[in-house]
């Protein structure tokens, strides 16, 4: 039975406090999108990805008390790296051809912003998978240097070292997608 002190959770913990259950429902508020996103980015479909978020929020309502206050993203982001992994997809997002950045729709509208995201995943689905892990966590998510280098266990200048060098691949990308679309423009 359900009460206002009690959350049943179907298949997983029960919340058992007003204040547990507001934490999780704030927890839930502010980082529904950013665990989605990381499990999109880690080769989920959108339908899987939504029903790994839903195992991440239900590992972290059963682990409500073991998690701090000022890492509540960080732990969400690490549960869902795990949770990916778990399914079997500890690196690869897309399977893509090689040149198909060189391939870009001739039907794009600049201003449209589901292609702009399109356009973004395929530069970095041309990044170094490990250094595109770290440049989604920084640049994207907005985790702090240190709170990457404790979510994927290597020292702050691994961090460092990965994000420089994922961003110059990323500009490398990025430079040859443009002149792609500019010869597209000029044909």
């Known amino acids: ?3 206002n002190l009690t959350m049943a959770i179907p298949g997983g913990p029960v919340v058992r406090s007003l204040a547990n259950r507001a934490r999780l429902e704030q927890m839930f508020a502010a980082h529904h999108a950013t665990v989605w996103r990381t499990l999109r980015r880690r080769g989920l479909s959108p339908d899987a990805a939504a029903d790994a978020t ?3 929020f239900l590992i972290a309502a059963g682990r409500l008390g073991d998690i701090h206050q000022d890492s509540e993203r960080a732990f969400l982001v690490a549960t869902a790296l795990q949770v990916a992994h778990t399914l079997g997809r ?4 897309w399977q893509l051809d090689d040149d198909m950045d060189q391939r870009v729709s001739s039907a794009r ?3 449209d912003t589901r292609a702009d995201i399109q356009l973004c995943d395929l530069a970095l689905s041309k990044v170094n998978p490990e250094l595109a892990e770290v440049f989604v966590l920084y640049e994207i998510e907005g985790l ?3 709170e990457i280098a404790a979510l994927l266990e290597i020292p702050m200048g691994s961090v460092a ?3 420089r060098r994922a961003r110059e691949q990323f500009r490398e990308v990025v430079e040859r997608i443009g002149r792609a679309m ?3 423009g000029q044909s």
């Not at 500890?90 to 997002?93: A, D, E, N, P, S």
């Open 144 to 146: 702090s240097s240190r």
């Open 90 to 93: 500890k690196t690869v997002r």
């Open 161 to 163: 070292s990965r994000l």
């Open 1 to 3: 039975m359900v009460d």
């Open 109 to 111: 509208d600049a201003g």
């Open 54 to 56: 839903q195992e991440t």
């Open 182 to 184: 500019q010869r597209e």
